[in-house]
């Protein structure tokens, strides 16, 4: 009996763990996909920046978990989802500079400028993301049976235009 109670409980984590990673596809982002009930995107291209980390982070007990994707170092750009209904990533402190179109969907662009200087603060602009960095943030609606969701592209030691190019370069997975 307790053989049987083994071998059940080895089935229910070997399924359990192959809803999370789609099926040998080799595609972080198509295997994110299959584990969560949001759409999930993926950079069409992020020019010279290696992939350096991508997870599945937490957002509480109650809630599905989120993907955060790191590219680059000392210039870098990170990828994060969620569903759009929920609040999970914190991108930080920053004067909206613009807002664009991503995609159809209306992007609030966000700069990191000092808020300890006045100055700096009350002048921000979107040339200043190539200084301190910055981000887009959007939600693209639901579709098909999957939630909507929650982007943000937030960039390090690239520009606006950057910024605007790896965020409309992005796509969903396909499934």
């Keep these: 009996m307790r053989k049987m109670g083994f071998i059940l409980a080895l089935l229910v984590i070997i399924s359990s763990s192959?809803?999370?990673f789609a099926t040998g596809s080799g595609n972080r982002y198509q295997s994110a996909q299959a584990g969560v009930s949001y759409r999930i995107f993926q950079?069409?291209?992020?020019?010279d920046l290696i992939l350096r980390s991508f997870t599945m982070q937490s957002c509480g007990a109650k809630n599905e978990k989120w993907?955060?994707?790191?590219?680059?170092?000392?210039?870098?750009?990170?990828?994060?989802?969620?569903?759009s209904k929920v609040k999970c990533s914190n991108p930080g402190l920053?004067?909206?500079?613009?807002?664009?179109?991503?995609n159809g969907n209306t992007a609030t662009i966000v700069a990191f400028c000092?808020?300890?200087?006045?100055?700096?603060?009350?002048?921000?602009?979107?040339?200043?993301?190539?200084?301190f960095g910055g981000y887009a943030m959007w939600?693209?609606?639901s579709a098909k049976s999957l939630h909507g969701?929650?982007?943000?592209?937030?960039?390090?030691?690239?520009?606006?235009?950057d910024l605007l190019k790896l965020a409309r370069g992005m796509k969903p997975v396909s499934f």
């Design 139 to 141: 939600k693209v609606p």
């Design 94 to 102: 920053g004067v909206k500079v613009a807002t664009a179109s991503i």
């Design 43 to 47: 950079p069409g291209s992020t020019g």
């Design 114 to 131: 000092d808020p300890s200087n006045r100055r700096q603060w009350k002048n921000c602009k979107t040339s200043d993301i190539h200084n």
């Design 18 to 20: 192959q809803s999370s």
């Design 67 to 83: 993907l955060a994707a790191i590219y680059g170092e000392d210039r870098s750009v990170q990828f994060l989802e969620t569903d």
């Design 149 to 161: 969701t929650e982007i943000e592209v937030l960039v390090s030691g690239l520009t606006y235009e």
